[in-house]
């Protein structure tokens, strides 16, 4: 086991940019998360999935945000039109479904937008 | 709507002493309590968790938080503190109801371990 894993690890982009990350979760894992953690903060959630059904969305993920996972398997998240306050870090993690309470965590995307 | 309120945004502590880091939630159902760390560079670890059977829970390298229902409160502690504990910790909540859903985290207590 892997564990989760992201891709880019490190992203800088021009303001205006479109950006896309990637999430791999634990293999038998059908739960995935994404959070946004800016500095000096908690991560913040944006959304959830469970296979391919996008169960959850926060108020955080404005219209330019968009996330899927359209085999059950990884999923991406979409920045469309990156603005300064887009960085952050991007936070993946998955879980084993219902009953299980734990949260594996990627080491995360970092976005810097210019 | 659920919270997490960590007192502390820094803590200092002499390698060997103890290490508490404090936790407060606010839940309208029975919660689902965790701590992570987050070391450099580095994505959340689960140190230990709280689904509603033990109020005393033991997590790995040597943590571990009490569950008081009357105080709100789920603090972390270790008797004496290493070197490498140096790293951000995270409280987060989860409602019990659903479990397995997401996580509203606290900001975060950094802590130094002073040698």
């Known amino acids: 086991d892997t564990g989760v894993s992201q891709d880019p690890r490190h992203k800088i982009t021009k303001r205006g940019q479109n950006v896309t990350f990637r999430c791999d979760p634990i293999s038998e894992h059908n739960r995935l998360y994404w959070y946004r953690q800016t500095l000096g903060q908690g991560p913040e ?14 108020r955080l993920l404005s ?13 991406t998240l979409e920045i469309q039109r990156t603005e300064q306050g887009d960085s952050a870090m991007y936070l ?7 009953d299980s309470y734990e949260q594996y965590f990627g080491p995360g995307t970092r976005l810097t937008v210019t | 709507a659920q919270s997490v309120t960590q007192l502390g945004s820094h803590v200092s502590v002499s390698e ?16 689902y309590l965790f701590w992570y760390v987050q070391y450099p560079n580095q994505g959340l670890q689960l140190l230990l968790k709280y689904t509603s059977a ?3 829970v033991k997590g790995i390298n040597g943590f571990e938080a009490e569950f008081k229902k009357s105080e709100t409160s789920f603090h972390l502690t270790k008797p004496s503190a290493h070197m490498s504990d140096a ?3 995270f409280c ?5 109801n659903f479990g397995n859903e997401k996580l509203t985290f606290g900001t975060g207590t950094r802590l130094t371990i002073i040698p």
């Open chain 1, 63 to 75: 219209d330019r945000f968009s996330a899927e996972r359209p085999k059950g398997s990884f999923s």
């Open chain 2, 54 to 56: 033990a109020t005393l």
């Open chain 2, 87 to 89: 790293a951000e910790y």
């Open chain 1, 45 to 58: 959630f944006l959304t959830y999935f469970q296979n391919e059904a996008q169960l959850e969305k926060s």
């Open chain 2, 16 to 31: 060997g002493a103890l290490v508490l880091l404090r936790c407060n939630y606010s839940s309208s159902v029975p919660p």
């Open chain 1, 92 to 98: 993946c993690a998955s879980s084993q479904g219902q």
């Open chain 2, 92 to 96: 987060a909540v989860s409602l019990s």
